[in-house]
């Protein structure tokens, strides 16, 4: 996972390949690097996830808890129709506000 | 009619091996991307289920899959040898009760598996645990599979 600072308050974290369980440290890790110089939001970018399971779900309201503790505000973009429709399912849309791309997840983190 | 009959070690991470054998041997019906991607989301939870909890994550203990289809349903049949009690239990996850601590972040699979397929069938018996994935193809565009041409794979065609 690579972790950009995107603007001065967002940064975006690169996930590549899979989000189950094997990603935990990873992911946390990548969260902590994101918020190192005080990123307001944090912006998943799953253009380049393949696989995302029950577990990588859980890993994911973990990070929410995390990020809502710190009174962060998680978004996400790159998400195929399916994973869209598993982030609807279990209402993560609702918690985790989902973008068409980049750009527009940045303009809604400078808002 | 057999589309395929495999096992995977049960070792976490080889849902995926699986996932990889269900989509080759469904290629034929030409299901829609959506569609697939229920059905191996579901398949995937299901054979992890098999692998974490019905066998313990005991890589000689083998997970079981097989694939079939009959009339215009397509079955697909997950095993464990797993002994006790049931591995599947019903449970809606609530996200704002998770985000609250009350309930564990994790629990998902079950809830996802019934929301990708049109029906979920579970038996346990004293040789394991049976889990049934049922997709119904009515409403898909079918590309007229050929049964003696397609029917692959054998019960201990072992990863």
Known sequence: MITRQATPGAAVIDIEGEVSSFAEDE???????????????????FTKTDYINSSGIG?????????????????????TEHYRRIFELTRLNEAIRV????????????? | LTLTAFTVPSLPGNERLAMVRVAEAVEPLGLSTLRQDQLLTA??????NAIEHGNDARAELPAGVKVTLSGCALVVRVTDQGKGGAVIRHSTPDLYAKLAGEE???GWGLFLIEHMVDELRVNNDECGHTVELVLYLQTEPHRGIQ?????????NDTE
Not at chain 1, 59 to 76: C, D, G, K, S, Y
């Open chain 1, 27 to 45: 992911l946390m890790t990548a969260y902590t690097e994101a918020t190192s110089e005080d990123a307001r939001t944090v912006i998943l970018n």
């Open chain 1, 59 to 79: 890993l994911l309201v973990t990070l929410l808890i995390r990020a809502n503790r710190q009174e962060r505000r998680l978004f996400a973009y790159g998400l």
């Open chain 1, 99 to 111: 973008f068409d791309d980049e750009l527009d997840a940045l303009a809604a983190a400078a808002s």
């Open chain 2, 43 to 48: 398949v995937g939870e299901a054979v992890l």
């Open chain 2, 104 to 106: 564990t972040p994790r």
């Open chain 2, 147 to 155: 049964p003696q041409a397609t029917a692959v794979g054998g019960e």
